[in-house]
T-cell receptor, first 112, second 114 residues
């Protein structure tokens, strides 16, 4: 089946940029998503990208998609302590139902 | 516009019992999906309901069942609870349109099975 992989942990200093990486295996993915989860909370949709795009920018967030390598990244500019959370990448294949397949999450720690 | 709500927030059950979790979808949404998130892992898709019918199912046994009501709210029922069913259960609502599916999640129900 489909698989989505992420590194477990990332630590950055406040004000630096953070880059969270994700790889996936489903070459028929239609959309790819980034969600944020704070402790004890549900998932907050941050942004998503259509599979025929290679970049999307939304304020401090930049998503890069390399479809050939099946690699997705999320760059957070000027990272703040409030950005500390777990970030999940997910993919959906609209031709195979509307289920999101998630990675295991990357814990981002922002140090003051 | 209200967001996705879930009840209860926390629940403790014992093995073999049955549980019902509830979800109210976001206004204007017609599709509800349920996910199970074990501690330290990403969410796993359980099933999705659209127009009151199951519209896709993940790798979960039949003791996980659900309902969707005419107002698009939904229930997740789990029979014969096992210890491994302890997890955060997340409900997501969306508007099925054939294009991008933005699934918006509720805060979850934390189920502990003893």
């Amino acid at each position: 089946g489909e698989d989505v992989e992420q590194s477990l942990f990332l630590s950055v200093r406040e004000g630096d940029s953070s880059v969270i990486n994700c790889t996936y295996t489903d070459s028929s993915s239609t959309y790819l998503y980034w969600y944020k989860q704070e402790p004890g909370a549900g998932l907050q949709l941050l942004t998503y990208i259509f599979s025929n795009m290679d970049m999307k920018q939304d304020q401090r967030l930049t998503v890069l998609l390399n479809k050939k390598d099946k690699h997705l990244s999320l760059r957070i500019a000027d990272t703040q302590t409030g950005d500390s959370a777990i970030y999940f990448c997910a993919e959906i294949n609209n031709n195979a139902g509307n289920m999101l397949t998630f990675g295991g999450g990357t814990r981002l720690m922002v140090k003051p | 516009e209200t967001g996705v709500t879930q009840s209860p927030t926390h629940l403790i059950k014992t093995r073999g019992q049955q549980v019902t979790l509830r979800c109210s979808s976001q206004s204007g949404h017609n599709t509800v999906s349920w996910y199970q998130q074990a501690l330290g892992q990403g969410p796993q898709f359980i099933f999705q309901y659209y127009r009151e019918e199951e519209n896709g199912r993940g790798n979960f046994p039949p003791r996980f069942s659900g309902l969707q009501f005419p107002n698009y709210s939904s229930e997740l029922n789990v029979n014969a609870l096992e210890l491994d069913d302890s997890a955060l259960y997340l409900c997501a609502s969306s508007f099925r349109s054939g294009r991008a599916t933005e699934q918006f999640f509720g805060p979850g129900t934390r189920l502990t099975v003893l």
